[in-house]
């Protein structure tokens, strides 16, 4: 399970995510920060990734085109880094499922 940051979510988690979602990205790890929703959205969605955004406009883009790629919505309003890398933790297991079931397109965190 791969995971790719969107830029309102820190660059710091990738790397301290690694040990469960190993090779996710940020999107400044691509030069993506501030590109558009869509080609966010279609570089995930051509690199197997599964997009991890606070952003309502992505849970608009996954209700509007489905899956692939999923998204994960965080409705945590303004938070900390540990906070966000906590809940990513603590739903591992939903993550998982959620990734799984190819029916899904959009997962919920709060």
Known sequence: MRLLFDENLSPKLPNRLSDLFP???HVRDIDM????DPIVW???KDNNLMIVSKDADMHDLS?????PPKVIWLRLGNCSTQQVENVLRRDFDAIKLF????SLSLLALS
């Open 42 to 44: 279609d570089f995930a």
């Open 63 to 67: 209700l509007v085109l489905g899956n």
């Open 23 to 25: 090779n996710s990205l």
């Open 99 to 102: 990734y799984e079931d190819e």
């Open 33 to 36: 920060q501030s590109k558009i």
